[in-house]
């Protein structure tokens, strides 16, 4: 977990104090280099790759949590093989870039300059995401962000209790925005309202299982109606 000691305040006019981001898919264009990176690490320890779909569907699990659903026949010792292959791959070799989604770091911005704070719950770990924050220079903007190997992977509800016990917050000040049916799953068991947004891993069919708020296309102009 890492907190930047904000105190807690929801102008008049927000519905929601804060707004808790997936990050994967979500706020980072990142799907098509994790894909990538998982194929190249079943290549580098000689185990069947999955296909791009099977990946795709376990992204914003931990990774000990996505290696276990992509490969339950293989040990214990050769999930951990493949997820530190992996994390190679993400961290050193694959030079993909994994930008912001177009006007998501100009809206944060905003987002945060008009009273509202903000969060991170990810499937990534915690090496991994303070060095994209610190790369993207947004630390400053989330006022706590939590990782997967910080607490229990989605959709268990710990990570989004975390954030409401840091903040002070009560779950009804709260909104988890994600791509994926693990996020919005993981609002449910937590009683947060959630909003899913269709350009990532899962469909509007799969994400309207979870009785979203909303299903959105595009975050900068149209969540405004909603918060």
């Known amino acids: 977990m890492h907190s930047n000691k904000l105190p807690p305040g929801n102008p008049d006019n927000n519905k929601y104090s804060v707004i808790i981001f997936d990050w994967d898919g979500t706020l980072m264009d990142s799907i098509d280099k994790i894909i990538n990176c998982v ?12 296909s791009a ?7 914003g699990l931990s990774l000990e949590k996505a290696m276990a659903t992509l490969f339950p026949m293989l040990s214990f010792a050769k999930q951990a093989q493949l997820i530190e ?7 050193y070799l694959n030079k993909q870039e994994t930008p912001f989604y177009p006007g998501i ?4 911005k905003l987002l945060k300059e008009q009273g509202y ?6 499937g990534k770990g915690r090496k991994g995401l303070d060095r994209l924050l610190l790369q993207y220079e947004v630390t400053d903007l989330f006022s706590i962000t939590y990782c ?6 989605k959709p268990h509800p710990l990570m989004l209790n ?15 925005i994600g ?10 068991n937590a009683n947060i309202d959630c909003i899913g947004v269709t350009y990532g891993v899962h469909s509007e069919s799969i994400l309207s299982r979870y009785n979203p708020v909303a299903i959105l296309s595009d975050l900068p102009t149209q969540l405004w109606k909603y918060i």
């Open 39 to 50: 194929t190249q690490a079943a290549k580098l320890t000689d185990v069947v790759a999955p």
């Open 53 to 59: 779909e099977s990946i795709r569907n376990i992204i």
């Open 85 to 91: 292959t992996y994390r190679h791959q993400y961290t």
């Open 105 to 108: 770091k100009v809206w944060l």
């Open 117 to 122: 704070l903000l969060a991170v719950a990810t």
């Open 148 to 153: 997967a190997d910080e607490t229990l992977s």
């Open 162 to 176: 975390n954030i409401l016990k840091e903040l002070e917050i009560n779950a009804e000040q709260a909104l988890m």
């Open 179 to 188: 791509d994926s049916s693990f996020d919005l799953e993981m609002a449910n």
